[in-house]
């Protein structure tokens, strides 16, 4: 299978799946889940699905085995929907580059923060090295006349 053809055919099971675990599939372990990419096998016999359990009351692994416990169904109703002769396996992978993104964003946050505070922290205490103004006339070093 072409490259393009893979491609398409990885966003249009994405797609139908998005729709299908949204609408038909009734697993409360399941409930709100964003499917976030599909890689399809060289030989088209099995799928890696991507997910994202979205605000749920369950554990990841708990999600998994509902989609994995539905993964029959929704293998059929995909090679309906999409007219495949042999619809691919499914297999169902908990996405963690999502909650990686997250914590690395707290990170940069943080260090920004900490960046600005310390900033601010040098900017507010007088300058230590401040002009003192015009030197005085006839205030030399001692032991030395100013001509």
């Known amino acids: ?8 055919l990885e966003s249009e099971i994405q797609r139908a799946l998005a729709t299908l675990i949204a609408r038909e599939l009734k697993d ?11 890689s399809i096998a060289a030989d088209s016999g099995l799928a890696r699905v991507f997910f994202t359990p ?26 309906r929907r999409l007219a495949l002769r042999h619809a691919p396996r499914l297999e169902f992978v908990f ?12 990170l940069i946050n943080r260090a920004v923060a900490g960046a600005r505070a310390g900033a601010d922290a040098t900017t507010s205490q007088p300058a230590r090295d401040a ?11 001692p032991g030395r006349s100013n001509p």
């Open 131 to 141: 002009d003192p103004g015009p030197p005085e006339t006839g205030a030399g070093p």
């Open 54 to 79: 979205f605000a749920s009351q369950h554990t990841p692994h708990e999600v998994r085995s509902g989609l994995t416990h539905a993964a029959g169904f929704l293998r059929g109703e995909l090679g």
């Open 28 to 38: 409360p372990r399941v409930g709100n889940v964003t499917i976030t990419a599909v």
């Open 95 to 106: 996405d963690e580059s999502v909650e990686d993104a997250a914590r690395l964003t707290s």
């Open 1 to 8: 299978m072409t490259q393009a053809r893979t491609q398409r």
